[in-house]
C-alpha cells in the first residue's frame, strides 16, 4: 500500500549489526525495509563483528566515503596462545605457542603505548581487499596463499581493560583501513607468542555511537513512518563531518552548477555549504575561491511504505 508520493530516500540509519550477518547482507535488509535499491553502508563489519553499521540512502551515500574515513572505536577481545588463518576465531588454526609469560594490564598497556600514532599493518590474508578484481577472501579460498606489503594505519588511542596470559580485552580507537585482527595477530608475535581476535564489537563509527543505533529486528518492526524517524536527514549526518555555512539561493544555485566562486579561507580548507535545511555542496577552498567537491541534488523527501518483512 502507498502511503505517500514517489520519493526516493534520502538520509542515514544506525544499525547495531548482529553477529553473524554480513555488512553487504544488512544493507540489502535494509534496504528492502525503506524500499529502495539506492543503499551503501560505510565501514564494513566481518560477521563475527557487531555493533555500529552506518547505511545511507539516496543523495546520502555520497557521504559514504567520508563517514568511512572518520575514526571508529571497538571492545576486542583477543585469545593468547594460537594464530588462525583469518587472525579471527572463524579461521582454522595455523601456528600454536606458549601463553605470554606474566601478561598484566600493565605490561600490555606500555607495549600499546609504543604502538600508538601512524604504524605499519600487514592486512589479514583473509579479506575484502581485491586485487585484479577478485577479493582476498576469495584467494584464499581457492588455496593461494595472499601476502600483502605492510600499509600506514592510525591507531589513536588504546586501553587495556582487562589482561592475563590467557586473553585481554582492549578498546581502540583508530583510523580507516586499520584491522582489529591484524592488531592480534600483531600483539602476539610481539610477545612472543600468538594470539587472535576472538569477539570485536564497534562502539562508534563515522561519528555515531551504539546508543544512537536501532536493531534490524526492531527496524523490521516498525511502522513506515517509525522508521522514516530513525532515519537521519542528509545535512544533519553532512554537519558531523564538516563545518556547515549557510548561504543563499543565488549562491546555492551556482554552487550546484559547479561555478567557483570568491571565498577567503585557508587552502584546503573543507567545507559543507546549505541553504535552509538542504545540504547544497562540500566544497574545499583553492586559490581564494570554493571548489565543488560533491553536489548534492535537491532535497527528496523520504518515500513511505507499507512493508511486512520479517528478519531473515
Known amino acids: 500500500m502507498e502511503l505517500a508520493p514517489e520519493l526516493e530516500p534520502c538520509g542515514v540509519v544506525v544499525i547495531d549489526k548482529p553477529l553473524g550477518w554480513t555488512s553487504r547482507d544488512l544493507v540489502n535488509k535494509v534496504g528492502r525495509l525503506y524500499d529502495t535499491r539506492s ?18 540512502m539516496g543523495e546520502a551515500t555520497k557521504l559514504v566515503t567520508r563517514l568511512m574515513d572518520a575514526p571508529k572505536t571497538y571492545i576486542a577481545e583477543i585469545t593468547f596462545g594460537s594464530e588462525t588463518l583469518s587472525d579471527d576465531a572463524s579461521g582454522a588454526v595455523v601456528r600454536t605457542s606458549p601463553l605470554p609469560v606474566g601478561l598484566t594490564v600493565d605490561k600490555l598497556q606500555v607495549l600499546l603505548a609504543s604502538w600508538l600514532g601512524e604504524l605499519p599493518q600487514v592486512p589479514p590474508q583473509v579479506s575484502a581487499l581485491q586485487r585484479g578484481g577478485v577479493r582476498d577472501h576469495k584467494r584464499v579460498r581457492m588455496g593461494e596463499v595472499v601476502v600483502r606489503e605492510a600499509r600506514p594505519v592510525q591507531l589513536y588511542e588504546a586501553e587495556v581493560l582487562s589482561a592475563s596470559p590467557v586473553a585481554a580485552t582492549l578498546r581502540l580507537r583508530v583510523g580507516a583501513g586499520f584491522y582489529v585482527r591484524a592488531l592480534a595477530r600483531d600483539l602476539g608475535n610481539a610477545l612472543q607468542s600468538a594470539a587472535h581476535l576472538n569477539t570485536l564489537r564497534r562502539t562508534h563509527g563515522c561519528g555515531f555511537d551504539v546508543a544512537e543505533a536501532v536493531t534490524v529486528e526492531a527496524l523490521a518492526a516498525m511502522s513506515p513512518e517509525q522508521r522514516l524517524g530513525k532515519l537521519l536527514p542528509l545535512l544533519d549526518v553532512a554537519a558531523r563531518l564538516l563545518p556547515v555555512v549557510q548561504v543563499d539561493a543565488a549562491m546555492a544555485l551556482a554552487l550546484r552548477q559547479g561555478r567557483r566562486l570568491p571565498w577567503q579561507a585557508e587552502a584546503n580548507t573543507e567545507l559543507l ?26 532535497a527528496s523527501l523520504p518515500r513511505v511504505t507499507a512493508v511486512d518483512e520479517t528478519v531473515a
Do not use: K
Request: charged letters at 10%.
Open 39 to 56: 543503499a551503501g553502508h560505510a565501514g564494513t563489519l566481518d560477521p563475527q563483528a557487531s555493533g555500529v553499521l552506518t547505511v545511507a
Open 273 to 298: 555549504m546549505a541553504h535552509g535545511s538542504t545540504a547544497v555542496a562540500m566544497v574545499r577552498v583553492d586559490d581564494g575561491h570554493l571548489v565543488v567537491s560533491r553536489g548534492f541534488a535537491h
